[in-house]
């Protein structure tokens, strides 16, 4: 399965934090405002836009260094690599926190009249300014520091099975982040300002209403599928030999037809991680893994990762140096994947194309599989204790269970020293599964050990934005179907880039959301998407 983080800005968030240990900060005072400005408006912007283009270029630099870290560098660089890298960090930083930068700012504030373009630069400027200093240089050395042992206690913790190894450092990270969001504000809940940080726009209340609603539907869903008498071929493939050449062939093919640019972009295989980087304008880099008796697995990664790939080489070009050159948020940038991987790769038009492709480029390895057997398998229900292998139907329990403790953790109605006991009783009542060890339950993921609490929320809203994006998509082009059987995709990447890829980050994910489909992230359609479509495949009412 590819429920894969999207390390594309995120392994660049820990390096800053990283970095700025040594920064010397100066926090800009009120000066900038109660002085008389030697600039117009206009001019101040022009500046800013400037700094903002170096801070690409770096940025540009250091997620190309990412990639190679990630893909092939020998490990004996590490140290000198983390040196230079940490060099550029601290150089674009030193560019946020420029006293400078601030006194620009607060002029262009006080300009008028500004493109939609101009505005939205802008207002993200704000944004991630006032989010930089308002953290105190002080803190992001401590959370830092705290970040890197808490992920070393993490990795022994896994070693040893033992949850208790890792629990003073996920306290330690809890009290941090708490800390965090009392720096950078928070109307309602603490936990508000942590789920804004990945999703800007994104509330506990909002979450709250639309798991409250997905949460016992889904559950019901999964025990009809259970309770259905057709079942799903779990191994199609067999203990044939699917050679890599030929996966990879088969993989861009498909991934060239919903539009990935190779040109503009590559996929290449690694052992290690797997993940998306954009890198700059025409460069997005995505690594892959084959697995020699099971096709499937680089087939769909390469169509999730592909999503992120074809909206990141569609975001316009002039938008590149600005902060609107990217997407609105993590919340988008998981429903732009999960539209193609799950929403499209996995309907019953898309594998009436591409299973006849499969069979022609393996022969004879799946020449007695039917449309039928394709569609069931590749949409087979697997409830397990891991996220990562779960089916799209209960991997939203495995996020709702996330979020709902990451919630109560930062309300203070729950405590570290509670939750593996509360995990145990969450799969158990959501999910029926047992959990017989930690290493397969409260440590399966890194994210907490890396302090990213408000990341996991965003697989799941990914999902329904997707959802909520292919209704409106099908609404436009009722013949989508028809077109996928006879091997024409090419409608999604260009209904998207009309929608959604051209307007970059200038809007907000529920903004967004709004203007194209009429709602923000809302039940009803991934509900009616769900429900429908395993329906049909498990043959229930
Ligand atoms: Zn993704």
Redesign the pocket.
Known sequence: MS????LKGFILTMIIIVATQGASCQIPGSAGQNSIPDVTPREAYNRLLNTSIEIAYLDTMISLSNWDQSISMPPNATEYRAKAQSYLVDQENKKWIDPEFGRLLSIANNGSNWSTIEAANIRLWNRDYNKKIKLPPDFVARESKMASLSQAAWEEAREKNNYSVFQPHLKAMVELNKEKARYLGYEEHPYDALLDDFMPGMTVDKCDKLFDVIKPQTIELIKKIKESNETAIQNIYGNASYPEDKQGEFTKNITSSLGYDYGSGLMVKTNRHLS?YSIGAHDVRTSLRYEEHNPEDAIMTAI??GG?GIAYQRIPDEYYGMPIGTDPGMDM??AE??LFENNLGRSRAFWEYWLSQMKKKFRPEIDNVSLDDMYRHTNRLNISPIRLDADEVSYILHIIIRYEIERDLFDGKINVEDLPMIWSQKYKEYLGVDITDDKNGILQDVHWAAGYFGYFTAYAL?SMNAAQLEAAMRRDHPDLDQRFASGDFSIPATWMQEHMYKYGAIYDTPELMKKTTGNEAEAYDFLNYLNSKYKKIYNFK
């Open positions: 429920y894969k983080i999207l998306t999730h990762e992120h940038a998981e994947s999960r990914g």
